[in-house]
C-alpha cells in the first residue's frame, strides 16, 4: 500500500539557519503530495502542495519539489525563524479511482532556537 | 470563522461508555475526512464521505464505530463501548473532492481521554 517516510526528529537549528526536512514515498499511480504544519496548540494547516513531477510547491519560505524519479519531496528553508517552531508532516493523496484519503509520515518535530 | 469546525474540543470517559463527537466543513466542501492521531504519530484515515454517501472505510475502524452524514452537511463518528485504546485526537477535514489537485483542511481535532 501507500506509505510515506520523514525523516526521524527532533531537529533542532539555530535561527537563519537552512532548513531540510527529508520525505519519501511509495504510492501506486501518480498522486498528490502535501506538507502539513502543526503549531502547538493548533489544527493541522497546509505549508505547501505538487500535484505532478517536478512540480515546486512554495509557501512562506518553504519549498519542496516533486521528484518523481527518486519518489521524494524534500522539505527546505533558507532561513528558519523561532516562529517555524511546530511538527512538520509530509503526506500523499492516494490516486486510482477515488481520490480519497490522506496517507501521513510520522511527522518531524523542529525546534528553532534565537 | 468559517473554517471546519469540531465539537467537543475535549473528551474525558471512562471505559465502556459510549460518545459521539461532531464535525461541521467548510460550507461549499462536498467531501468530509475523519482521521484518527495518536501521540509522536502522523494522522491515519478512518474514513470519508462523498455528500452524504460514505465511499471508504479503514480497517482501523471496528464496529464499535460509525461515521455518518445524514444531509451531506455536518458529520458525526460515534464510538460504543469505548476502550483505552480509543485516545487519541480525532480529526475531522473537508474538501471539494474530485480529483488529485484536492486540498483538504483540517478542524482542530477533537481529544479524547478514555480512562
Known amino acids: 500500500g501507500d506509505s510515506v517516510t520523514q525523516m526521524e526528529g527532533p531537529v533542532t537549528l539555530s535561527e537563519e539557519a537552512f532548513l531540510t526536512i527529508n520525505c519519501t514515498y511509495t504510492a501506486t499511480g501518480y498522486p498528490s503530495l502535501f506538507w502539513y504544519v502543526q503549531y502547538p496548540g493548533e489544527g493541522l494547516q497546509l505549508l505547501l502542495k505538487a500535484t505532478k513531477a517536478d512540480d515546486k510547491g512554495s509557501n512562506k519560505g518553504f519549498e519542496a519539489t516533486y521528484r518523481k524519479e527518486t519518489t521524494s519531496f524534500h522539505l527546505e528553508k533558507g532561513s528558519v525563524q523561532v516562529s517555524d517552531s511546530a511538527v512538520y508532516f509530509c503526506a500523499l493523496l492516494s490516486g486510482g479511482t477515488s481520490y480519497g484519503k490522506l496517507t501521513f509520515g510520522q511527522g518531524t518535530i523542529l525546534t528553532v532556537h534565537p | 470563522d468559517t473554517g471546519v469546525s469540531q465539537d467537543p474540543r475535549h473528551k474525558i470517559t471512562k471505559r465502556g461508555q459510549n460518545v459521539t463527537f461532531r464535525c461541521d466543513p467548510i460550507?461549499?466542501?462536498?467531501?468530509l475526512y475523519w482521521y484518527r492521531q495518536t501521540l509522536g504519530q502522523g494522522p491515519e484515515f478512518l474514513t470519508y464521505f462523498q455528500n452524504e454517501a460514505q465511499l471508504e472505510k479503514s480497517r482501523l475502524l471496528s464496529d464499535r464505530f460509525s461515521a455518518e452524514r445524514p444531509k451531506g452537511s455536518f458529520s458525526t463518528l460515534e464510538i460504543q463501548r469505548t476502550e483505552q485504546g480509543d485516545s487519541a485526537m480525532y480529526l475531522c477535514?473537508?474538501?471539494?473532492?474530485?480529483?488529485?489537485?484536492?486540498?483538504?483542511?483540517f478542524g482542530p481535532g477533537t481529544r479524547l481521554t478514555v480512562l
Open positions: 477535514a473537508s474538501s471539494l473532492g474530485g480529483d488529485y489537485t484536492d486540498t483538504q483542511y
Open positions: 460550507s461549499e466542501h462536498n467531501r
